[in-house]
């Protein structure tokens, strides 16, 4: 009996350290020991880009979104509240508006002077990802395996 447990654990550990950049993206996301650590997309919040899909000239999320938000009901009390479900999206070439502010003056008599700011930039649809494995154990220790360049699929 024991020396059947040692080999589906040496078994084990040999599947999840044969992983190669190769690997289809898949079967590494099947993986629960997998932990894949992608950049995101801001589409109101930051979405993973492994949950994005090319739809046109947007990037949207694969799944609708839970549309949930904190209502506070008491000094110190919160209750969360959702309202069904939507798919978020963002331009991929995107044009946004934001503060850009300078302080001026010095201590308690300075200035905050703030002017728009356009940006302008474009979503790129192969990024770089991280690839670990969770070791496990007492402190889940994670063992960086590999970059591998994930390209956002276009939507069903």
């Not at 589906?8 to 650590?37: C, G, H, K, M």
């Not at 109101?44 to 949950?51: E, L, N, S, V």
Request: contains cysteine.
């Amino acid at each position: 009996m024991n020396k059947l447990i040692a080999i589906i654990a040496l078994f084990v550990a040999t599947t999840a350290s044969a992983y190669t950049a190769s690997t289809s993206w898949e079967t590494l996301q099947n993986d629960p020991r997998i932990q894949i650590d992608a950049p995101t997309v801001f589409m109101g919040h930051a979405i993973d880009y492994t949950f994005t899909c090319v739809d046109g000239a947007f990037l949207r999320t694969q799944k609708p979104v839970k549309q949930c938000e904190t209502i506070y009901i008491g000094q110190n009390q919160s209750k969360e509240v959702c309202k069904g479900e939507k798919y978020l999206s963002t331009p991929i070439n995107y044009t946004r508006t934001s503060w850009d502010c300078n302080y001026f003056g010095g201590g308690h008599n300075g200035q905050n002077v703030c002017n728009d700011k356009v940006i302008s930039g474009t979503y790129p649809l192969t990024v770089m990802v991280k690839v670990s494995k969770v070791m496990g154990g007492s402190n889940d220790r994670v063992e960086f395996l590999f970059n591998k360049a994930f390209t956002v699929p276009n939507c069903y």
